[in-house]
């Protein structure tokens, strides 16, 4: 890992580029995905199945009898281990549900927003080398807690061409009604579009890599509106000599692992400090099974060393990381100043791996900067604000002068008459 010293302002804006930045060449290959998948639907997803993944696809859908093998399979530990997380999602989920609003603007005029659930939601999990089973449970219960009508679930297979058995566990526990096995940028497009087999939905939710981001990002701008975009995980941990470097080491390799186009950014006032946690990172990662995977992200992370607490604060919020772990002697001090993360993590007691699982906070978070502007998945994700308004006929005669007012200064007569035959 690179190792910056007080890098100028200039060079911030360089200095936060992700491995997985815009790349014209993925675009292109979603491109063609996507229309193929538009134009041949089911046809298109099995070829696509065994031009990518060398699998064949001969059942789409998951059916009910693979779903009761899965949970034959997964371990009454694992089991207990969802039902707590979820008892703790769903309780912070619930809390965050919106309500009724009803104002008396005016007399006689009552205006309402009214929150209501979108009513088909469709939820990628990631696959393969990882099967997130977490994810299921991140999305499946505030679509469920909103009271979205359909809830339908993609998630690519393993070698076996199987779907994990933690994830269908996972999504039956949660009320998911279909699942289908497919992944990628492919799964993305089916869920937009709608196959014979695969339902059209109304919005996507879910992270995955640089194909299924792309893939999201292209479809939402004239297909079918998405959570963020969400993918490849990163993490930023802020520390300064107070931390444990063998803690510190270990949040870094938390999100090395998930793949090759994650990024890890260590941030702290003590270059010696830094050169302690690049050790711990070197011994620690030789003791994981997903070595290979962490040291190819790790080729792509830096050290960031700043001895002014004001430069960490802003460089912090230039980065805007998914993940943000604030391991100082004062935590709050610097977190009070974060105006651009996913998620913070307070404390050196407060992995990021908390929120990841159980803490009950969401992990469906913005990636690559967009923390600036998208919030995590949260309730609101789920459900749309529809205003209704009531006017009495008292009501008009004291807001009329005003509407016919305005729509005669911007030349629209049309909805000025509207006002004037109700008067009248």
Known sequence: METYINPGREIWDELSKRPSSKNPVVEERVKAIIERVRTDGDTA??????????RELVDIEVSAAEIEEAKAKVSAEVKEAIAAAANNIKAFHQAQMPRTIEVETAPGVRCIQKPVAIPRVGLYIPGGTAPLFSTVLMLAIPASLAGCSQIVLCT???????????????????????????????????MAHGTLTVPKVDKIFGP???????????????????DMPAGPSEVMVISDASSDPEFVAADLLSQAEHG???????VCDNE??????????VRQTEELSRADLAKQALEKSRFVVFTQEQDIVDFAN?????????????????????TSSGSVFVGK?????????ASGTNHTLPTCAWARSFSGVNMDSFIRKMTIQEISKEGLYGLGGTIVAMAEAEGLQA??????????
Not at 272 to 281: I, L, W, Y
Not at 415 to 424: E, P
Request: with cysteine.
């Open 156 to 190: 690519p297979t393993g070698k076996d061409g199987k779907v994990s058995a933690e994830v269908l566990y996972a999504a039956s526990y949660c009320g998911v009604q279909r699942i289908f096995k497919i992944g990628g940028a492919q799964a993305i497009a089916a």
């Open 272 to 281: 010696e400090f830094a050169g302690r946690v690049s050790e711990a990172v």
């Open 208 to 226: 995955g890599n640089q194909y299924v981001t792309t893939a999201k990002q292209l479809l939402a701008s004239s297909t079918v509106a998405i």
């Open 260 to 266: 090759v186009d994650s990024q890890v950014m260590l």
């Open 349 to 357: 007691y407060t992995p990021e791996s908390a929120g990841d699982y």
């Open 45 to 54: 997803l099995r070829q696509l199945s065994l031009e990518i993944d060398k």
């Open 318 to 338: 230039v980065y805007a990381p998914e993940h943000l772990i604030i391991s100082t002697d004062d935590p709050w001090a610097i977190t009070e100043k974060i």
């Open 415 to 424: 909805h000025a008459n509207a006002v004037k035959v109700r008067i009248k």
